[in-house]
């Protein structure tokens, strides 16, 4: 990766947050990479060079650093707009680190052969799909030993290693140390399952508490403007998550008490897309505050984030729920729908979680009796949940936005702003823009009477590639 003098000093030292996760930094005097935004002593650019991805670093035979912690950079390169194909794989290699992932079944999964992914992952983040899934194994289990007081042995395992003798070897091999001398000072045990999540500045924590706190379902999530709650089940293990932001060090905190510490992984990344933490927000709000309609709403408030979902079925069910009904309303229906159909949650909390979301092979067979739904509305919920049962519709956060859309629209009573707004929150598909959204459409008017949706579609052109970003501005408007 080639950056001269006079950007590495003038830009992407000026601007290290803004920088971080997009270039590694390696120190060939030390063998040491860092973040942009590592507190060590800057080195000469003749001692140093660039990488666009940690694997890459690895690869090239660098040491992750002990001070700048690589393994809590946000984001990715991905991110940078370069390659869909290879966000999308990130995504899957995120949901299976657990797993060996070969890499002919990683490119049919995203419809190409085995040895053009390479080539992607060579051209976009400098080395190997192999590479990267290892070095995203080794910076997980690095991050848990430093943070959490979780055992070596459920480090090894939660971070995808499938022995300990395999977790101490790569862990030895990249920092020419034994993992347990990664651990520095005393850490709580009685609360092992903390971590620290990072985020680029600025993030505008209770705009997404705010956002969720309306939509909580009752008795499954929990939102106030510091902490969000919910309950979870995988596999058909349930716990919950709480979620707390600090800004002042750039990170939120996530609590996790699950039975299964070989998920603490995939529910970690999942908390990421829910908080959008990975979201290059910078580069999003410069373009958007060029506009001259959301200009003065991005420089008022920056940091606004794309909430994504924890549950994509309940998600789906609930936008399927809120068709023309206040938010209130669909809150009141969605949490009889948790209530009566929804798996007990026996795990003492101080949040009032009590359920579970019900799943598709329960809520297909339900009669829905007393809830309050219209028999439209049923039909189209049982339609899509026998759907999501046969593997006609998957929530996979890899999946292609088009291919996703086109799946739903083919459910009875799903239309193009329920579609739209699901891709935007379920596979994050930052372009994604439900234009006949009724407050979208009274947003950009300038008495608060609805616009034409070709009007909005054509003031929509010039927010891409970011309209769903572009969306959340509005709504935080009205």
Known sequence: MEISE????????????????LIFIGVKTTGIFCRPVCPA??????????????GAAIDAGFRPCLRCRPECTPGTAAWMGTSTVILRALKLINQNIEGNIDLEILGNKLGIPGRHLRRLFKKHLGTTPSSVINTIKLLFAKKLITETGLSMADIAFASGYKSIRNFNYQLKKVYNKPPSALRKGKISTSKPNILHLSFHPPLNFRQITGFLKIRAIPGVEFASNDIYSRSIEIDNMTGFITVSCKNKENTVNLEVEFPDIEKLFYITETVKSLFDLNAPVKNIDDRLKKDKFLGNLVKQNPGIRVPGSFNSFELCIRAIVGQQVSVKGATTIIGRIASKYGKKLNIPNNFGLKNVFPGPEILAISDFEGIGLTKTRISTIKLLSKAVLEDRIIFNPFSDPADLKNALLQIKGIGEWTARYIIMRTVKSPDAFPYSDLGLLKAVSSDGTPVPEK????????????RAYAAMYLWSNL
């Open 6 to 21: 006079k950007v590495y000093r003038n830009t992407v030292l000026s601007e290290a947050p803004a920088f971080d996760g």
């Open 41 to 54: 002593k800057t080195p000469k650019f003749s001692n140093v060079e660039f990488y666009k991805s940690a």
């Open 455 to 466: 009007l909005l579609k054509n003031m929509a052109e010039h927010w891409k590639p970011w």
